[in-house]
Structure formats: structure tokens, C-alpha cells
């Protein structure tokens, strides 16, 4: 299976990645020939069975979703930019 | 015997009869670190003073003649990738370069709570991602055999530690053999446990579906014990595990009469195994044979489809987990004080580009290759072909080790098809440095235990030009245990018997 740079460049935006032309180049290459190894997949019938995500079948488990207040001045502080306490960032557009 | 080199066990022992104190076994492990680690670079960050300060109000404890619990004033390595209260952790990438976590992640906890002695974070691939400890943005880590070659990954630095004598025992993580493999390469014991038996709250997250944390030690007992303290159900973790926790030291030394050992056949014949790793368990097997146990061949012919499954699932679930690096809540950018100034000449101009010169400076080669893998894998029109597809092998994968222990009690199989191999021999392939995973991914998909237990050495073709352990002329080979869904305990079991037959034998 052969991408191409165009097919690289569109998933770069969609994964929110900056490449330069080298690794453009580069990541089209090596996705290529990761996409050909997984194709071997295709041998397998996995026809009428059904995908697991979870291995140990556990389902709906719930907590409660508490406020721990201690926590946020600390998780503030992890923020680079912060004023009067709210989070600075650039203009969105 | 220098106090570094003792086992949990021992150093605990000799704590209770006040032979020597924490701050001594401490001292100990840093002086070490300070001969050798310049060499092997295992440690990213050592806290001295803080370990110090630790041991102190252990021996205080003791000289009162209260109790202390057998981890109590141990000290220890932690790999780079668990949150610690206070202390810089970083998943050895730039965007994480100066991150202080505002708290401990569980197992830190627990361990904590367990008189836990850190001695530092240990060196790791970038966000668990690799299988060599080369894709660390702060440099590789040695294999303390033969400091030219890689001391496996991506718990290279918590492995290479324990191997040196610098940490007593360490903390890694195991999304697809990063415990296992590294143990294996470094000569030492690795326990991946069962999905869901350890909690991962608070440990960065690579594939949230896969990882493990587990004990990096010197004998499977002292894995046994630190399993112990970490293991059990977490209500900040849901995928954890309501199951009980039994005592894992229990049964080590019962005998494994009887006990019914599967060979899987498509691990043993791949032509990239190594024929003198395939020797080496071929050995090994005679021991267990000794011991009474029953062992077989038998096939798991779903083997080779596993890591083309892990890695469609693994990237997929990396490209999810990684977007949330955006260096606006926490995490680094260059210059990130000229960002929002209205400087001139910035060419941050909005919040696109903002999170696009976050996360290009601040990811590594392998990162950025994964996350490009899995939003392709992810995007709309390739879900089905691949994601879902590879989920589905999964379940084939899964269903074909379930009917295995229906059978079985435990298997046995190479952890690496390759001995360690030398530094920047694989960085330029990525395809060949994913088969290295081979053997240790199909466990990951399944979810099962897995111990790695060395088996002895193999001669090297050329002597080592430097190394800190052995003698430069053999590498470690080593064999896994793999275990049925939550018993950690039969593969422990017959760890240790194989381990305590193999000193008679010395």
C-alpha cells in the first residue's frame, strides 16, 4: 500500500502534527511499508466475530465524579501561563 | 556482599536485626549510581535528599523497635512514566521536560505506604513508545553487559538499575513487553501482571488497553513481594480488577509436581529466534523436567498475526491518548514566554498554531510516527479495515490462549527473538524494531501474566570493549512464564522453583 505525500500531509492536520518536508517524506515511506505488514490481517475470516476492548470483560463500572479542591491550586500551578487564576491561551482564530 | 547488591529480602532481613541501617542501604544504591550511572545513564533525575531524608524516619522506626513493613526503607527506581507528588516527570519527552505532577499516581501511593525509598526516575522510551530505550529525548541507557548495546525497553532504565546494582528493585510498565523484554536483556526478573490486576491511575498513558505496571527485581520472590503492595482494585482506575489479592509469597515454594507446562510451537520455530536463545530454554526445560512437571508441545497458530494486531490497536490508542498534549494546561513549549507576549516576530499567531509548535517541538521521531499512524488508521473510511479488524484478531488471539489453559497451567516461550543488540543497529527501520515485540505483544493482547526469568548466558562473538557486569564476553538469555488470567501466583510459583533448583545446581 502506497500513500502519498498528499495522504501524509492530511493526516498531519488531522492529528494536529507539523512535519517538514524531510519527515513528509519519511513517514510516507515508513507508513507504507508498516501499512503493508499489517495487511497480512486480511488473511484472517473474522467474519461474525465481534471486536474486545475490554480483555478482563469488565462493563459499567462508576464513581463519583467529586471536586477535590486541594488539588486545583497545585494543578494551576502546572499551567504555564496563568492570570488571576485562568489559564492563558492565543486568540482561537 | 555490598549492600547495594542485596535482594529485597535480604536488605529487609538486615534492616529487622539493625545489621545495617536505611540510610546505609541508601548510601549504598547512590554510590553506586554515582560509579556507574555516568556510564549507563539509567537515572534521568536522582533524589538524594529526599531519599535521605526518607531512610532517616525508617531507622528512627527501628531504633524504637516498632515494625516495619518488608518494603519499609528499601530503596528504589521508578520509571519515568509514573506520576510522583512533587517530583519532575516527564515520559522522557520534551513536552514534558519540566512537569511536576501535583500528586502521586497509586502505585507510588501504595508503595508509599509502604515505606517506599525513591532513589529517581528511571530512563525510558519516549511515552512508552519503543523497544530499546533509544526514543528517550534524553539519551539512550547502556546495557550494563556490554554499554554498547541497548539494555532492551522501554523499562531500559528501571531494568539496566536493578542489573547494575544501583536501585534494589524498580518500577516499570509493560504495554508490549517493556517490562519483560529489558529484564530479559539485563539478566534479571520482570513481572507483567494480569490487565487490570495493578491500577494505572496517574501513569501516562500509551495504550490505555494494553499497559501493565509491574516489579523489576532481582529474584522472584522480591517480585512477589512488591506485587504484594502494589496490586489490587482502585476506584481512579474502572478497569481495575474487584478481585481479591492474595499473599503471592504464599505458595512460591511449593513444588511444581504434576503441573502441565504448553510449549506453543509457533514462538519455538520462528526463524528469527536466535537458535542459541531456543538452546538455552531448551536447557532450561530439563530443569523443570527434574522438577516433575509436565510439558508439552502444543500451538497457538493466531501468533502470527499478534503484532500486526498490537501495533494497528497500539497506535490507534497512542494517537487518542497523545492529544491531549497541547502545553496549555501543563507541559512545555520553546520559548514559551515569547508566545503570548505580543512580541513581534512571533509567529504564533492563534491557538492552531500554538498546538502545532507544542507538539513539534516537543515530540520525538517515534512519537510523532506513531500518533501519524493511528489518526490514519482512525480516519474516516480505515476504522473497519484496520481498528475494528484488528480488534476482532484480538478476540481470535484471546480465545486461543483461554482454550490453551484450559489445558495448561502455564507456558513457556522465548521473551526476545534476539539477544540485546547494539545501539543505533535498529533506530532507522521502525518495522524491524516492531518485530522485536514478537513474542512479548501477543501477552499485551490477551492480557495475561507473564514473569521473565534469565536462563544464563550466551557467548558473544566479539568481547565487550566496556562493560560494568559479568565479565564482557556472554549476554543474558532468559525464558517467560506466561499465566492464565489472574494467577500471577503459578507463574511465581514456578518461577521460583525453577530459580531455587537452579542455585542447588550452582
Sequence with gaps: ?93 | MNLNELTIKQAHEGLVKKNFSSVELTQACLDQIKKTDKKIHSFILITKKEALEQAKKVDKKIAQNEQIKVLEGIPAGIKDLLCAEGIKTTACSKILENFIPPYDCTVIKKLKENGLIILGKQNCDEFAMGSSTENSAFGPTCNPWDLERVPGGTSGGPAAAVAANESIYSIGTDTGGSIRQPTAFCGIIGLKPTYGRVSRSGIIAYVSSFEQTGPITKTVEDAAIVLNAIAGNDKLDSTTSPKDVPDYTLNLNKDIKGIKIGLPREFFEQKELDPKIKESIYEALKVFEKLGAKIEEMSLPMTKYAIAAYYIIAKAEASANLARYDAIRYGEIKNQKLVLSEVEGSKIKNLSDYYLTARESGFGDEVKRSIMMGTYTLSAGYYDAYYLKATKIRTLIKQEYDKAFEKYDALICPVSPILPFKIGEKVEDPLTMYLVDAFTAPVNLAGLPSLTVPCGKIKMEKRAKEYIIGNGESLPTAFQIIGKHFDEETILRVGHNYEKAKKTQK
Design chain 1, 1 to 93: 500500500m502506497q500513500l502519498t505525500i498528499k495522504e501524509v500531509e492530511h493526516v498531519a492536520k488531522l492529528a494536529q502534527l507539523k512535519l517538514t518536508d524531510q519527515e513528509k517524506e519519511k513517514f510516507t515511506k515508513q507508513l507504507s511499508s508498516i501499512l503493508d505488514y499489517v495487511k497480512q490481517l486480511d488473511e484472517v475470516d473474522t467474519k461474525n466475530i465481534k471486536p474486545i476492548n475490554q480483555i478482563i470483560g469488565l462493563r459499567n463500572i462508576t464513581r463519583k465524579d467529586e471536586i477535590n479542591k486541594k488539588e486545583t491550586e497545585k494543578l494551576l500551578q502546572c499551567a504555564p501561563n496563568v492570570e488571576e487564576r485562568y489559564i492563558k491561551i492565543p486568540s482561537v482564530f
